[in-house]
């Protein structure tokens, strides 16, 4: 009988108590116990919650107290040297939470995202260390749900491999050296779970769906070989999720009693596989049909069709119906959001909701052609709410969906050539040789946040707040001014965030209430939804930005955050392409970026640091989502002047493979994030003649230390080592925003500093 499961639940709770607890440990206001007895608590609803939406098989083992990846290194013994003697005692919550957020005397290890998505884990650091068991957390959580609830939960353990390549501190070729010395761990977790009762464990291993080699599957082979004979008693669901297996026969073939696949996030690569292949007669299909990373309501009748489909080539026995992932990446209930428009708030399904649709898709495919009443009333009632955003006017505008439809008459290419609009740009700005600027965001002091705040309740009338952002903006033109810097900005202190100012202002985006996700430890997001056509109204930034312009002679950059950024940090509607909003919300930029240059400003930046996270899993689909990438920033700038200058900025330095599509920008300056990574950059532009003007940023703003002129210095001559002089900015390496005044002012002296005697050391060259 076609069963129901869930693959991991947030940890976070509707009203984020599990980030209370764990800051208010930190903080000392929570003790050791407390803290203890409260996770418990959330723990055990999390489980019953998902007990009473119906779902049969439960994860257990997928809480934490921070991070699952660092559970897993904990829980093996991973603990790198710097953090000390100690006696590797798992349950030490102050090493646990050390190695996540450093201490005195040990730097935190470094976090990176989970695949593609907008979790960070913490990286394990392998080096020369032993790893043992410490602690079988699974066994606990195994025991604890059994214990209190009479739950038979299913444990999940981060698969083996996964762990490995997620982990750093080995050389490629001692990979089968850790294998090895990991293995029987993995095997005594198992065979400590099959004693203590359980009968399936999910091992997560999400990097069958990256591109894998020959040697891997081989690998792959070998573990989960030891592992069923080592564990024979458990039955282990490998589970892969966030794109299609490429090696499908070879994953059907792995020694294990169930494979997890996903059926959302896979481009319809995996049914076609298991369509085409077949599957194991002997294992079981987990088959993630729910989306476990958007917020929408499935089209359940759709997915009825798939799971029907699906069960043409497994018998309804070996068929378990889940989301496509974990729930990590989605907020936890929409039933909470009672601000929000009914109609928009029906067609949302987050954690809670999903749960419920997969328990009504296993009853609906067991039913399927004799469907009880309420089988059917339920699958009605979706079906409607989801229509009812189909059809509701709010969603669409006409101006929108016809530039969308008029796609292929519009400019995606400025005027004229690189090469002739630097001379124009050059002969309107006279800019020195070397021009020092900044990223846009000045200290977001309290005093700013909280007149935002007061605005926002009404305190602060709207006309105070528009003073106030004034005052702002005139004191920060005057310390540029001071400092001597060649390119202004306002200093964004009318924005809380890079899109969340722009959503408000664009038409077709909401914001929830509640709608938050876990992005890394304790820290959480909401992002904006993009439910409707994305369309501009009214301009967002011009008003501050002429303001600030008027109050100098110098160039202020007007401040855009560009369409590939504002795509990828918001939840987007699931009936059009990403491809398509892209294009929508270039569109609404363009008509902002003609307003400004209207309003006479002569520099526009629009940011882009989210580029490099949207790129797909796969290499192979790298080239089309770089294309369209690019094509929607230029369609958002391609229509300014040629002596407009535009501008753009990045938050990474893993820039080498995706160089050719930043150059394709066609942006006339831009800035990267380089300061933490320098040589390795810096390397990258020896055989690549990127020709258009280029900031790497030459401190890092991450840090509240002060650099020296002379380290900027050789940042400046390492950078000019390979860059020309004349196509080179001098700025920070990001915004400033998180950084204190005074700090920011003694930086950006010493930049000006450097700046000036690389002046006068490479005017001398270039004139030589
Ligand atoms: N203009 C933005 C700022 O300075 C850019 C932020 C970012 O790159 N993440 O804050
Ligand atoms: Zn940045």
Known sequence: MVHSANLGYPRIGRGREWKKALEQFWAGQLGEDELHAQLKTIRLGHLRKQQEAGIESIPVGDFTYYDHVLDTAVMFGLIPERFGVHDGDAADLSLYYALARGNQAAAACEMTKWFNTNYHYIVPELNELTPRLTRNRLTEAYREAKDELGIDGRP?????????????????????????ALLPLYAQVLRELEAEGADWVQIDEPVLCTTLSEADYGRLQRIY???????????????????????????????????????????GRNLEAVLKFGFP??????????????????????????????????????????P??????????????????????????????KLGEVALLARGIRERGSESEAVREALEASRRKRQAL????????????QGIA??????????????????????????????????????QTAEVRSARHQWRKGALSEQQYVGFIQEQIKRWIDIQTDLGLDVLVHGEFERTDMVEFFGEKLAGFAFTANGWVQSYGSRCVKPPIIFGDVELDTPMTVEETVYAQSLTELPVKGMLTGPITILNWSFVRDDLSREEVAYQIALALRKEVEALEAAGIGMIQVDEPAIREGLPLKREQWPHYLNWAVRAFRLATATVKDETQIHTHMCYSEFNEIIDAISALDADVISIETSRSHGELIASFENKTYDKGIGLGVYDIHSPRIPAVGEMEAMIDRALRVLAPEQFWINPDCGLKTRR????????????????????????????
């Not at 996964?162 to 501190?169: E, I, N």
């Not at 039933?335 to 399904?349: F, H, N, P, S």
């Not at 189909?390 to 969906?401: D, M, N």
Request: with cysteine; proline share 4%.
């Open 390 to 401: 189909q059809q509701s006017p709010s969603r669409s505008r006409s101006e929108a969906l």
């Open 156 to 180: 999940v353990l981060l698969g083996l491999y996964t762990f490995l390549k997620l982990s750093k501190g080995y050389a490629e070729s001692e990979t089968d050296q850790w294998i090895d």
């Open 324 to 353: 496509s992932c974990s729930l990590l990446h989605v907020p936890v209930s929409a039933e909470q959001e009672t601000g929000l428009d009914d109609v928009l708030r029906g067609a949302l399904a987050f954690a809670d909701e």
């Open 281 to 322: 007669a002997d294992k079981v299909l987990g088959a993630g049909i729910v989306d476990g990373r958007g917020i929408w309501r499935s089209d359940l009748e759709g997915k009825l069709g798939t799971l029907e489909r699906i069960s043409e080539r497994v018998d309804a026995d070996r068929l378990i119906v889940q």
């Open 741 to 768: 005044e005074e700090e920011t002012v003694l930086a950006l002296r010493n930049m000006v500093e450097a700046t000036k005697s690389a002046r006068a050391k490479y005017a001398v060259q270039a004139n030589a």
């Open 406 to 443: 008029d796609l292929a008459t519009q400019p995606f290419a400025r005027a004229s050539s690189f090469a002739s609009r630097r001379e124009t740009q050059q002969a309107r700005w006279q800019l020195p040789l070397l021009p020092t600027t900044t990223i846009g965001s000045f200290p």
């Open 225 to 267: 070989g030891v592992i069923r004979q080592e564990a024979p008693g458990v039955r282990i669901l490998l589970q892969t999720y966030f794109e299609a297996v490429d090696g499908y026969e070879a994953v059907a073939a792995l020694p294990v009693h169930g494979i997890g696949l996903d059926f959302v996030h896979d481009g």
